[in-house]
């Protein structure tokens, strides 16, 4: 009886271990506007690729020559890698001009979740 309920108790442990992962992901509509678009054009400035999600980091003029800073949630360098996006493209691009379009931050913030990159010479990246 005893060995049966630790048995028992056991694997109620293991499934609750393997849901803990599940209930870390968060939906993006909670943290961006999916019903707005933006697009912004500035320098990248940084390229952190890292698991969860990547992030870039882009500094924007306005007409007044005043930069704003933008930092950029982008899809896990796993997903990135199978669209055939390198890590060395992204860091071969940093100090020039791109154009990046995405969701706004619900809060107003410069923040946003890119979906694509178009760099300097034309070319669309999948975010």
Not at 99 to 104: I, Y
């Amino acid at each position: 009886m005893y060995s049966k309920s630790r048995g028992i108790l056991a694997v109620v442990f293991g499934l609750l271990c393997m849901a803990i992962p599940a209930l870390a992901h968060h939906s993006a509509a909670v943290q961006y506007d999916v019903n707005k678009q933006v697009k912004i054009t500035g320098t990248l400035v940084k390229v952190e690729w890292q698991n969860p999600h990547n992030w870039y980091y882009v500094d924007v003029k306005d007409a007044s020559g005043e930069v704003t800073h933008w930092a950029m949630e982008g899809a896990p360098p796993g997903h990135l890698f199978r669209d055939g996006v390198q890590r060395s493209t992204l860091l071969g691009v940093i100090g020039n001009t791109i154009t990046v379009e995405g969701n706004p931050a619900r809060d107003g913030s410069k923040n946003m979740s890119a979906h694509r990159m178009t760099l300097s010479d034309g070319k669309n990246l999948p975010m």
